[in-house]
């Protein structure tokens, strides 16, 4: 889910950028450090939508640093335990499919696929049901449920389900 | 980390940060990130290049799955979903997911269905029909 939240950063900012331009420099640099980063509690920082307000400036002792407290505005984007959401199908396996929905991946392995489904191989590999009539590849868009996630430093990595009530294909793009 | 292992959207156990913060429908975000994008390209030839890889990949996911496209309708789902007392997350999720059933939108966010609110079968479908009606009119 997208969130629109409030942040607070310390920007460490050299001498040389003080002067009229000093807060279009501290907005320039947040935005250059923050903007596609990831952390686990907040999840992928989207984009900065404003600056709420900019505090004093501290000296550090013996480098002429300067760090301000930067409070703003941003768009983040955090996959949650038990969220449903629509997911592009990017990788298609014997041991599942990979999917994206906007920055995070999102595996869903073959045991969270309806027993109905099954695997087949070729040029481009699906998962596909006995009748035909639903098929999982490359560039399909599904639904899933997001049962784990795990977090490293840099990025979220999430574990999903198709093997629920309403969840699976929405749109095949064969079909289509 | 107990927090996390705790977490469960179903139950709307999405922590308090994220709880009392401004949840934001697909439609929501790509209206933003457009505006953004197209602040960019006015101020550079190439602003792909500008952009982290997390903004485009966040751009073309919102693209492909607005459920609405046009400000005026996306306002609109706000106001009418804002309208049942939902928590942010929930209304969210139903914006995004646009359930067509009442059975359908219990399973998408079984929270709504938990002890002590007054959301009844009749209430559900009505704000489902809404949601619908703003479709079409779109």
New interface residues.
């Given amino acids: ?5 409030v942040l607070e950063r310390n920007m460490q900012l050299h001498p040389r950028h003080f002067g009229r331009n000093l807060r279009d420099n501290i907005v320039a640099k947040l935005m250059k450090d923050v ?4 952390s686990g509690r907040h999840g ?4 900065i ?1 404003g600056i709420e307000n900019i505090g004093k400036g501290l000296i550090r002792d013996g480098t002429g640093f300067v760090s301000f407290p930067v409070k703003y505005q941003c ?1 983040v ?2 996959p ?7 997911a ?1 199908v990017t990788m298609v396996n014997k041991m599942g499919f990979f999917a ?4 995070v991946q999102i595996f869903v392995s073959n045991h969270l696929i309806p027993d109905d489904m099954e695997f087949q191989s070729g040029d481009m590999p699906n998962y596909t049901t006995s009748d035909g009539s639903v098929k999982i590849q490359k560039d399909s ?1 599904v ?1 899933l449920k ?1 049962i784990g ?1 795990r ?1 490293d430093a840099t990025e979220i990595f999430c574990i999903g389900t198709i093997k ?3 969840l699976g294909v929405i749109n095949d793009p064969a079909a289509a | 980390m107990s927090g996390e292992e705790e977490e469960n959207a179903a139950e709307l156990k999405i922590g308090d940060e994220f709880l009392k913060a401004k949840c934001l429908m697909n439609c929501e975000v790509a209206l933003i990130l457009e505006h953004k994008y197209e602040q960019l390209q006015q101020m550079s030839e190439d602003p792909m290049n500008q952009v982290s890889q997390v903004f485009e990949k966040s751009l073309q996911y919102v693209k492909r799955f607005s459920r609405y496209k046009n400000p005026d309708a996306v306002r609109q789902v706000r106001e009418i979903l804002s309208r049942y007392q939902l928590a942010e997350f929930e209304l969210c999720v139903l914006g995004n997911l646009c359930p067509e059933t009442v059975e359908e939108a219990i399973a998408m966010v079984p929270s709504i269905k938990t002890k002590g609110r007054a959301h009844d079968d009749e209430a559900i479908e009505k704000m489902l029909n809404d949601l619908s009606l703003i479709k079409k009119f779109e």
Avoid at chain 1, 44 to 47: D, E, R
């Fill in positions: 889910m997208f969130f629109h939240i903007e596609g980063t990831c992928f920082v989207v984009a939508t768009v984007f955090r949650f335990k038990g969220e449903i959401l629509e592009v994206e929905a906007g920055p868009e639904r997001i996630t977090v629920d009530d309403f």
